[in-house]
């Protein structure tokens, strides 16, 4: 079983990567929703099947989608630009491969012995009853973060779109 | 009855966005007023019955554990002083009726964001209101959208995403070993914890604090986004969003969750003591007033965090009267510096002189805020950093508290500098036809000054019924 969490981790990290690294918008749209299914996955695995819905649904599906929708509106670079931009696709990212190897060599020369014992937790079984009853609070907050969301919007682009 | 700080305003935008637009608009700028000055008023003279009581229609729905104490009390003046000072600039000088409608409602979510980050007493319902404050924030930066501020906008939200994952990953870490969320239930859970993950967990959530509170090396984002940002939104987020989504948690988070200690205090000081050297010196090199001031927030935060590493109750008072004294401060020279942008149109230094003679409201007003800034007697600014020297010495933290004395000399230095720049001397031909503001845009200033004077003035009352009484939080 650890070496399937280590699995999913490793292509959990490497889909991240590409969605990062990658310079077309569209490509990296996919990669965030390959990403959240990955995650998906690993969250079914650990046995909490709310949140793999949640995950799949808004994450990997909804989000997305209204990425990719935008990027569709926007102008394709322009040829030269397409070639600097690939020319320069992964200079930004040369430090990155000598950083994990130096943290991995410093974790290694201190010899850190960590005690990092995870605890085995009890889980409510009623999601419902989380949602409504003990994090109401986070449900006006999540009320107020949509509001934001839709002045920012409004604020950010309608005026722009009208122009 | 304290819900309704987070209820009302969230009712407010709701009501105002109904599809009655055309007669909410001109009554949305007296609604934040209202809602701001019943805050003041009900936080002032009615705290305990606002605490205690509970009203019968709100409990059987929002029957939230909310954190009433003398911090909150503070932060909740302090919010509501300066979101009404926010509001009036907005007011005045945001753009046509319908912008100024959308900044305005912005500005009530960000009031009740920050409300609830100061009564939450649970770590995940304080990370959803710090989510809320900085997503408003981000979208006040990026108002005026022109390269300049959607460049402060961005750097803003990056660091603010970091600052994010950190917490939230910690929180994690936490819920999976205590079980729990809030804070009380966290404090005993984590004590005597030996697991070195427990001990990251904090770390990680210290670091994404200090970021939101743009301590150096973590202030990247700051000078830009104070100096990018419209005249009304940098008053706002150098006068109290900073000192609510970073300074207050980090206060909040330490005292009644981590608890002080050796190895915490120091880690504390040492950013505390670095943000104060490197602001001062930084601000003393500025030509840009915005980045001047915003420079000089990163040296203030530093005294208050300072004051907070002593790991004394001193230290804490003291932490927290700065946190109310920056906030009066800083949004009065913000405010100023908007007066000057409405007449003057320019932020550089080089550029500005003799205004004193053109406008000597905000001239004065000026030097009042600049004086406090720099710690000068009898004013407020003094009064919060002597506090802070005394909890360093009595903690035997000497080579911190000369720090902060020599650092003080360098704050007046940068403040008379902004003040001789802007204000002393001749003025330029070009200045000829400047006027003082209109009245409405020097109206905060003003109000804040006075605050500033009555504070400084009756500092020995306030020491006795506000200031040690933050000791026993």
Partial sequence: MFSLYVFILAVLVLMALFTIMTTSLLRAGLGLALTSAVLTVLMFILNTPLAAVFELSVCAGLIPVIFITVITLTKPLKKLEAEESAKEKFHRFRYLPLIVLFLFVLFVALNIKLNIALPNVEMEPDARQIIWNVRRMDLIGQVMVLLTGAFGILVLFREIRKR | ?473
């Fill in chain 2, 1 to 473: 009855m304290a819900a309704l700080f987070i209820l009302l305003p969230l009712f407010l935008v709701m009501l105002l966005n109904l599809p009655l637009k055309k007669f909410m608009r001109p009554i949305v700028f007296w609604a934040i007023l209202a809602v701001s000055c019943m805050q003041l008023i009900a936080v002032i003279f009615y705290f305990q019955e606002v605490s205690q009581q509970t009203l019968p229609i709100l409990a059987s729905v929002f029957n939230f554990p909310l954190a009433m104490d003398s911090l909150t009390r503070v932060m909740l003046v302090g919010i509501a002083m300066v979101t009404i000072s926010s509001a009036m600039i907005a007011n005045s000088l945001a753009g046509n009726v319908e912008r100024r409608f959308n900044y305005l409602n912005i500005l009530l979510i960000i009031l009740g964001g920050m409300n609830g980050v100061v009564l939450v007493k649970d770590i995940f319902s304080l990370y959803v209101f710090l989510e809320i404050t900085a997503l408003s924030a981000f979208i006040l930066i990026a108002f005026r959208r022109d390269r300049h501020s959607l460049e402060g906008a961005y750097k803003y939200i990056v660091f603010s995403s970091i600052a994010t994952v950190l917490l939230l990953a910690s929180i994690a870490l936490l819920i999976l070993f205590t079980g729990d969320t809030s804070f009380a239930a966290l404090s005993t859970a984590i004590k005597g914890q030996g697991n070195q993950l427990v001990v990251f967990s904090i770390a990680i959530f210290i670091v994404g604090l200090m970021i939101k509170s743009g301590l150096m090396p973590f202030h990247g984002w700051l000078p830009d986004a104070y100096s990018t940002a419209p005249d009304s939104a940098s008053l706002l987020l150098a006068g109290i969003v900073t000192k609510t989504v970073g300074v207050y948690p980090l206060i909040r988070i330490v005292y009644s969750v981590f608890g002080f200690s050796v190895p915490v205090n120091n880690i504390l000081m040492f950013f505390g003591a670095a943000s104060i050297v490197f602001g001062a010196f930084a601000a003393l090199t500025q030509a840009d007033l915005k980045r001047m001031l915003a420079y000089s927030s990163i040296s203030q935060v530093g005294y208050i965090i300072l004051s907070l590493g002593c790991g004394s109750l001193l230290g804490m008072a003291g932490a927290v009267f700065h946190i109310f004294n920056h906030a009066v401060f800083k949004s009065t020279l913000f405010a100023n510096a908007a007066a000057i942008d409405s007449k003057v149109s320019s932020y550089d230094l080089e550029n500005l002189g003799g205004l004193a003679q053109k406008m000597p409201v905000t001239g004065t007003v000026s030097a009042l805020a600049c004086l406090s800034v720099a710690g000068i007697p009898p004013l407020a600014g003094f009064w919060s950093k002597l506090i802070i020297i005394l909890a360093l010495w009595a903690s035997n933290n000497y080579f911190y508290a000369v720090i902060a004395v020599l650092s003080s000399i360098v704050t007046l230095a940068y403040m008379l500098t902004l003040q001789r720049k802007v204000f002393f001397g001749k003025p330029d031909a070009k200045m000829q036809n400047v006027t003082e503001a209109k009245f409405s845009v020097l109206l905060p200033g003003i109000i804040l000054a006075c605050v500033m004077i009555a504070v400084s003035i009756s500092f020995p009352f306030l020491l006795g019924t506000f200031i040690i009484p933050l000791k026993g939080i």
